[in-house]
Every structure is written in structure tokens, then in C-alpha cells.
């Protein structure tokens, strides 16, 4: 018979806040044009972006988390010494070690926190929620601060005419806490490993340590690519079309509820055909908001729902208490949905 006592956590969990930053520079696709063969109405077509914010050298992957957080422990009523775990979704931070979460956490003044970083791409935000629901019930952590964050800006080839409009800067935040009544639902959640050649970064990192160079690809100038994330679109639009939809409404079902009880749907930044598409295949009805932030925002990966999630409640497309179907898909390839209710 074991000895070890059992653990007293919450008998739920809730997102009590949320808080989100984007750089001070706005970058329209005329910028984008410059380098690729292509025009504004062909990226606002295949994608639906029009502007994307670029993070300067000030704004750090730690400076805009630190921001987005402060807002999200206000927003959530609590302060930052009750923080008690700081998980971070990101793929551009490029430190290997320490985490920047041990950074953030002690910036905004945590006591001791335990702090971790995760590589979940786009999905990350999902999976850092899952993880945050488990500490809380477990009873390891009473809040948790969940924090997506990209400077994909820094990995992007602006040559690739297939990539070089996608990608965006920011960081989006949010408080997990206790609560009486479930708020989180199930997650969906998995991978598919078999797929990961169709999202991935062109030139691995120890390519560049034993200084031959000789076969990296190099720009129009002739000088070498700083690695930077490729894609095969059409697989990926497929993939996420075809499947993301199953995945979602796998996530209704583990809620329980069915497409008419939701009143929000907040998906992926990735691209708005792909977003119509899922809204189509889904059913949702006419009265359900729906997350389109990448017109102005673009695709900031681990960042990109709860950027969405922040902007739906700040503008009152959306308001504390509605039912949303959150859902994260992306490099691996990887993906997590459920059902929250919102802050």
C-alpha cells in the first residue's frame, strides 16, 4: 500500500486573466514586397494578412513576455509573488539553456517559481494550458502563468516568396487558476511525427560549427541564410483543413457541448482560408465570433491565441464567461484543442 499522501489541488480549473503585447512597429505587405515577386492582393487573398508587427532589438522574447504578463496577473486580480509556475511556449528563443521562463519569472517578481520552457510550435499555448489545468488539480501550483511568445521575424527567410508574409512578433499571457465548476475542458491533443518534414527550420543550428559553409544556401547578395522556418503550404493547408476539423470537433465532444452552445472560436493564427474552412466544416453558427487576428497580426505561432483571445475581449467581440473552442496546430506536426471559458 503506498504511503505517500494524496495531493490536494483545485477540483478545476479556469483562465482568470489574460494579457498580450505587440511590438510598436507595424509592417505593412508592401515591406514584404520588396523582397519577393508577389503583391498585396495575392497575400491578402492566399492569406488574409494585411499588416504584422516586427519586434525591435529592445523588444526581446523576455521583454514582450514580461509585458503580456503583467497584464494577464492584473487582469486576473492576483499578484505576481502568487504565481507559482511560469511555463513558456516559444521556438525563438535562442538560448539553449536557461530557460527564459526562469528570466521572466524573476522579472516579474515571482517567489521562486518554478519556471520551464516548451517547443510546441503553434499548438503551444495548448499544451502549456493542459499543463497548467494539471499542476492546479494535482495541487502542485495554485496559479500558473501560461505565456506564448515569437520573434518570427528573426526566422524568416524574407526571399521565400511561400513564407516571407506569414510570420509576426508578439506575446500573449494568461493566468490559470482554481475554480468550483470545470472551465477547462478535456484537451485533444497528439502528433504526427511522419508529417514533420512539411513545417521545419531549412538549416539545423551545427551545421554552423564547424565553420564549412560551403553548402549552406545563401541570399541574392551572396552571403549565408541565417536558418529560418520553410514550409510545404499545400500539405500543411491540407492537413490542417482536413484534419484540424476532426480535431476540433473531438474537443466539442470531450466537452460535451455541441457547435450551437459555443458562443467564440479561436483557432490558429495560421491563415484565414484555412480558419473559413474549418468554420464551414464545423458548422458553427452564424452567432459564433470568430478569431481572425492574423489580418493584423499575422502568424505569431505559440503566441497567436491568446494574442486573438486578449484583442476578442478588449474590442467586446467577446466577454467573460463565453464558451470557446480554443485550437493550436502547427510544426511537428503537433496540435491541442478544448473548451475553455473565457476570463
Known amino acids: 500500500m503506498s504511503k505517500i499522501k494524496p495531493s490536494k489541488g483545485a477540483p478545476y480549473a479556469r483562465i482568470l486573466g489574460v494579457g498580450g503585447y505587440r511590438p510598436t512597429r507595424v509592417v505593412p505587405n508592401e515591406v514584404i514586397l520588396e523582397k519577393i515577386d508577389s503583391s498585396d492582393e495575392w497575400i491578402r487573398s492566399r492569406s488574409g494578412i494585411e499588416t504584422r508587427h516586427w519586434a525591435s532589438p529592445e523588444e526581446t522574447v523576455a521583454a514582450m513576455s514580461v509585458e503580456a504578463s503583467g497584464k494577464a496577473i492584473a487582469d486576473a486580480g492576483i499578484d505576481a509573488g502568487q504565481i507559482g509556475a511560469v511555463v513558456v511556449s516559444t521556438v525563438s528563443h535562442f538560448s539553449q539553456t536557461p530557460a527564459v521562463a ?8 515571482t517567489n521562486k517559481a518554478a519556471a520551464f520552457d516548451i517547443s510546441a510550435g503553434c499548438a503551444g499555448f495548448g499544451y502549456g494550458l493542459t499543463l497548467a489545468k494539471g499542476m492546479i488539480v494535482e495541487g502542485s501550483a495554485e496559479y500558473v502563468l501560461v505565456i506564448g511568445v515569437e520573434r518570427l521575424s528573426d526566422l524568416t527567410d524574407l526571399e521565400d516568396r511561400a513564407t516571407a508574409f506569414l510570420f509576426g512578433d508578439g506575446a500573449g499571457a494568461v493566468v490559470v487558476g ?101 468554420v464551414k466544416t464545423l458548422k ?60
Open 178 to 278: 482554481p475554480s468550483q465548476e470545470p472551465a477547462i475542458g478535456p484537451t485533444v491533443w497528439g502528433s504526427e511525427g511522419d508529417k514533420a518534414q512539411t513545417i521545419k527550420q531549412t538549416v539545423s543550428w551545427d551545421r554552423f560549427r564547424t565553420g564549412d559553409l560551403s553548402e549552406l544556401p545563401l541570399d541574392s547578395a551572396g552571403n549565408v541564410k541565417f536558418p529560418a522556418i520553410t514550409q510545404e503550404g499545400q500539405a500543411v493547408f491540407r492537413w490542417a483543413v482536413f484534419e484540424m476539423a476532426k480535431v476540433a470537433q473531438q474537443a466539442l465532444d470531450a466537452a460535451g457541448i455541441s457547435p450551437g452552445d459555443l458562443d467564440v472560436f479561436i483557432p490558429h493564427q495560421a491563415n484565414v482560408r484555412i480558419i473559413d474552412s474549418m
Open 102 to 109: 526562469t528570466e521572466i519569472a524573476d522579472r516579474l517578481g
Open 284 to 343: 458553427l453558427p452564424e452567432h459564433v465570433t470568430v478569431a481572425r487576428d492574423i489580418r493584423t497580426t499575422g502568424n505569431t505561432s505559440a503566441a497567436s491565441i491568446p494574442l486573438a483571445m486578449e484583442r476578442l475581449l478588449a474590442t467586446g467581440e467577446a466577454k467573460s464567461g463565453d464558451t470557446a473552442l480554443v485550437i493550436g496546430f502547427g510544426a511537428g506536426l503537433v496540435y491541442a484543442a478544448t473548451v475553455v471559458t473565457l476570463p
